[in-house]
């Protein structure tokens, strides 16, 4: 009997190893940091942070934890998400999604009002008004079990207090549970119940190369609580993990299959040039072994890969969401952002056929406000981005074009402008902290012209065109001027359509025709 249990062992082993699929990281690429991940049925819901950035809380779904699709965002009115002349990398900080009873709930932290949560029935649909909760720190969470609810977030250490989910109100004084493992910033907490133990996860080290994740459990959801012995259970801050691609890996959550296996989604980033990340940081996945009454592992020894050869849930592939656009629909997809909340009057699908009007404000990028910009994450360290441009009723200080952004001190433009002369020039500009240099300047015959940017790991190349057909090489310029390591802050690059002006009394505005956006070496 004993031989054939192994037998049948070994050949369950095999057929589901055989059957293993693969894949590859990031499973979201390009700035979707603190991922959270829940699942109804076999159906799984995931949300990222989103800072300065409208709406807010991108939330994605999928049927086999690999492939992702953007179904919307959690915060899509004034009156959820007010990031008025927020700093850089402010506003809307790490969430939490929880499903309980029929309701999707989002927990996050605005760091200009404190902690909230949102509810809803429908994911891809409306969400509630914000409900907020009088506990500080950030990176809240919450734990439903046996009709209680528990608020979970950090701040002097790891707190804990039980809330009513339908006010909000505390129902239990917060109290301080855990404090890590002595690792600076023990953030971003999780509570599981698993085999009668409560596992609390959370990060340590902060979220650049020293990042970690660190794991304690107890018999009570108040403690106290034992850290795991061979803590920490997943960084890349060891040598193992020095030249891995990835890199700064950390602020976990775990979620069961449907097929009884466990998984993890983190945050990571992906250094390019001279070990400086540009993209933001994007969300990896792990397998997780959790076996009874132990600790978890995660993917064998701690760490994760680009190229994953492990099994997996049944590849459900979804249909790649159009990464360009002729603007001929009447409002945006969710891959597009406004910076802080817009002014919707700037903007307009429906003025021009086939175009996208941008009014020139006299904020302009530079300003912590609400520039007339509208953007999409720069995904692939590779691409190309182009887009038709014509600046229409400008007077001297007008401008339109094309930005690669990631904050208002740090961003790349190329753009249309109207010279006090009249002449229209098209122009390079790159504004780094203090220094606002103009590396290229050209007057143009046409009101009409062709721009285009291309990326690769070392540098950003700017291009024109009259005709669509034969673009003109105007400058470049390094990549890392636009890194989180530069910078500072928690975001990534934005390839951006703007209008600007130094008028209040500006009639100028810009209608783009379309947006081309390719990755990989491509033209």
Known sequence: MKKIIILLVCVFGFYHYSNAQGYKNPVISGFHPDPSVCRVGDDYYLVTSSFEYFPGVPVFHSKD????????????RPSQLKLDKCLPS????????RYHEGLFYMVTTNVSSGNFYVYTDNPAGEWSEPVYVDQGGIDPTLYFEDGKCYFVSNGKGITISEIDIKTGKKLTESRIVWNGTGGRYPESPHIYKKDGWY???????????????????????????????SNPIFTHMN????????Q???HGDFIQAHDGSWWMVLLGFRPQSLLHHVLGRETFLAPVRWDANAWPVINGNGTVDINMNVPTLPLKPVKQQDLSTDFDETKLSVDWNYLRNPFM????????????????????LDNNDSPTFVGRRQEHIDFSATTVLSLNDAKEGDEAGMTILYSSQAHYDI?????????????VRYHIGALNHIA???EIPDNKIYLKVKGDKDFYSFYYSLDGKQFNFLNKINVWYLSSETNGGFTGVYIGLYAASQSKNTKAYADFDKFIYKPGNLD
């Open 199 to 229: 596992y609390l996860l959370i990060s340590e080290g902060g979220t650049e190369y020293g990042h970690k994740m660190t794991i304690a459990r107890s018999k009570a959801i108040y403690g106290p609580y034992e850290s795991n012995p």
């Open 65 to 76: 934890l690999i492939n992702w699709t953007k179904i919307g965002h959690c915060l899509t």
């Open 239 to 246: 040598e193992v993990s020095q030249n891995n691609p990835i």
């Open 440 to 442: 290229y300047e050209m």
């Open 90 to 97: 402010a506003g809307i900080y790490a969430p939490t999604i």
């Open 345 to 364: 009057n700037n903007y307009s699908l429906t003025e021009k056929k086939g175009s996208f009007r941008l009014k020139a404000s006299p904020v302009s």
């Open 415 to 427: 753009f249309l402008k109207k010279s006090e002369k009249g002449k229209r020039k098209l122009l």
């Open 248 to 250: 700064g890996t950390g």
